[in-house]
């Protein structure tokens, strides 16, 4: 049962694909939320919005990105 | 960055305390990162070089283009005289800024995928058990390094490169002697013997193009003018000795703490959840720091890093060992523990956009080996007493040179 305050939080994920490094430690830490181009394994969004169970996931794989290419937007 | 003529600097890098506890860096190091967290050290060729050991300062070198990773800059900190005789003198990704690094990252990058690393589990898998296979058969004792840790990073990133099995003892050999050779005469001798064989192998590959990164790269980057023949080759190497040297320091290293930890080594061996797993590769990884000679950089303008000015043509080493055992990052980080929530933000791999591509191939094989490794050798223990292993210091990576173990 999600909390009405964290359901109304909102949390955006942005990625800045021109900073990206191909790391791909997004897509393995939080594969349900962002994947890679398979050529230049450069990052893809799948969700920018992601349901609260993959928040964490996506907190891990911005503190892990190595080319600071991942935000969350937490403010409407 | 000028020196008082009466004030000696130390070099870098100081001595390990080896009877103590052989897996933490240097105390002089650990004391740097206390009380003066960027300061200055002498290297092998007799210049200076800024060391960086907290971890917001670290990142913010490796973070900003104001820092170069090309060794063509007058002031670079070259790791040894191997390095400056043979990769340092490379236009491969290792060793040059963007754009050009991004150009060739994304030539070769589709080989290091997570898709593609994940694709190669079943292969992984099947040399581990191999290998294992091969000791068990044979009976204890045998050498954990020559019997698993070295074969098993040679055959994949054999595998990767599309580099035949018959050929593997001869790179094994020739890689160890590029990244530690003690004279410029013996590297070159070890470099020009790989460089030999890539130039046979693409020639092999522009007739017969196989399913593997080199075939790829000829025919999509180097026949078509976007890669130049001489960089293919250089790049080869790079990704050989890159992709071969630190894995398998790091699985005897690793195979090592869990030897002498009773309980880190249970916890994995009654582990089958590959979450746990990959969180306890990842915290051997933040807690050896094997690549323990840093990351180099020189800086190209002023820049102001921890409260000390680092000027144009400064060299700069980024201790990502010293980094992972920041307190403020990493509680009690001294302490080997597999269930620390943020290991995964270790920088073991570096930092920025030359993190190692290859790390998400490595952390699966360090996965796989442990993940296996004590479930078919619950009994697995050395065979020699601690204090006779031999450690290798001074390399590009901290690693036990034997590892005599049986069952």
């Known amino acids: 049962m999600v909390s009405a305050d964290a359901a109304a939080t909102p949390f955006h994920v942005v990625v800045e694909r021109h900073r990206c490094a191909s790391s791909g430690n997004c897509a393995d830490i939080a594969p349900e939320v962002f994947t890679q181009d398979d050529a230049t394994g450069l990052v893809e969004l799948l969700d920018a919005d992601p349901a609260l169970d993959r928040h964490a996931a996506v907190r891990r794989a911005e503190l892990v990105c190595p080319a600071q290419a991942i935000a969350v937007e937490t403010t409407s | ?407």
Request: net charge negative.
């Open chain 2, 1 to 407: 960055m000028s020196t008082p003529a009466d004030t000696p600097l130390d070099f870098f890098p100081p001595a390990r305390d080896l009877e103590r506890c052989p897996f933490d860096p240097p105390p002089e190091l650990m004391r740097r990162a206390r009380e003066e967290p960027v300061s200055r050290m002498r290297i092998w060729d007799g210049t200076e070089a800024w060391i960086v050991t907290g971890y917001a300062d670290g990142r913010a070198v490796l973070s900003d283009e104001r820092f170069s990773a090309d060794p063509r800059h007058a002031g670079f900190p070259e790791k040894n005289v191997a390095y400056a005789t043979t990769l340092g003198k490379d236009r491969t990704i290792r060793a040059i800024d963007n754009p050009e690094h991004d150009r060739q990252k994304r030539m070769m990058i589709r080989d290091f995928t997570v898709k593609r690393v994940n694709g190669m589990r079943p292969y992984i898998q099947q040399i581990v058990n191999d290998a294992i296979d091969e000791m068990i058969a044979e009976g204890g004792p045998v050498d954990l390094m020559s019997r698993l840790a070295v074969p098993v990073p040679t055959l994949v990133i054999c595998e990767l490169l599309g580099v035949p099995y018959a050929d593997r003892d001869f790179f094994g050999d020739r890689a160890k002697a590029l990244l530690a050779a003690p004279t410029a005469e013996a590297a070159g001798a070890a470099e020009a013997a790989i460089l030999q064989y890539f130039e046979d192998l693409i020639d092999r590959r522009i007739a017969s193009p196989q399913d593997d990164l080199i075939s790829r790269m000829v025919h999509e980057q180097m026949l078509p003018g976007h890669f130049g023949r001489t960089d293919l080759v250089r790049l080869s190497r790079l990704l050989l000795v890159a992709g071969h040297d630190t894995t398998a320091g790091m699985i005897g290293l690793s195979a090592l703490v869990l030897l002498q930890d009773s309980v880190a080594r249970a916890a994995v061996r009654e582990s089958d959840d590959p979450v746990f797993i990959a969180n306890a590769v990842d915290e051997l990884f933040r807690y050896l720091g094997s690549t323990h000679a840093g990351r180099r950089r020189v800086a190209v303008a002023e820049v102001e890093i921890g409260g000390r000015t680092i000027r144009p043509n400064e060299g700069v080493i980024v201790l990502n060992n010293l980094m992972d055992r920041d307190e403020s990052v990493f509680p009690d980080a001294g302490v080997l523990d597999f269930h620390r929530p943020n290991t995964r933000a270790n920088v073991a791999f570096g930092y920025g956009i030359h993190q190692c591509p290859g790390q998400l191939l490595a952390r699966t094989e360090l996965q796989i080996v442990h993940a296996t490794l004590w479930k078919r050798l619950p009994g697995l223990r050395l065979a020699v007493p601690m204090s006779e292993l031999r450690f290798v210091e001074d390399g590009s990576n901290f690693e036990v040179a034997d590892l005599p173990v049986t069952w």
